[in-house]
């Protein structure tokens, strides 16, 4: 059974930075494309972050992903948090290369909130 669980949100001022993770089991994290993905309330989920499989080629916009393939964990690494960074923060595997949609990722975590203050 695949099981993605995300931890390390919270609430933090604006400026200030947070490191989210990424745990898997059930699958090898080298072998599927993970991404970060954020759903601020009554918007629709949005991409945040990729790191295609089999590679380390990333593509995000403002924050850093990572992974470590020895802790089958993804991270990703925020700074310079703003007040319009706060939502729930999901991880999602998919088999292609890599994507920005949602639909093209085959499974999902339960999220982590990331509250930023003004």
């Known amino acids: 059974q695949v099981q993605l669980v995300e931890s390390g949100g919270g609430l933090v001022q604006a400026g200030g930075s947070l490191r989210l993770s990424c745990a898997a089991s059930?699958?090898?994290?080298?072998?599927?494309?993970m991404g970060w993905f954020r759903q601020a309330p009554g918007k629709e989920r949005e991409f945040v972050a990729a790191?295609?499989?089999n590679t380390y080629n990333k593509y995000y916009g403002g924050f850093t992903i990572s992974r470590d393939n020895g802790r089958n964990t993804v991270y990703l690494q925020m700074d310079s948090l703003k007040p319009e960074d706060t939502a729930v923060y999901y991880c999602?595997?998919?088999?292609?290369?890599?994507?920005?949609?949602?639909?093209?990722?085959?499974?999902w975590g339960q999220g982590t909130q990331v509250t930023v203050s003004s």
């Open positions: 059930g699958l090898s994290i080298s072998t599927y494309s």
């Open positions: 999602g595997a998919s088999g292609t290369n890599w994507s920005s949609r949602t639909t093209e990722y085959d499974y």
């Open positions: 790191i295609e499989r």
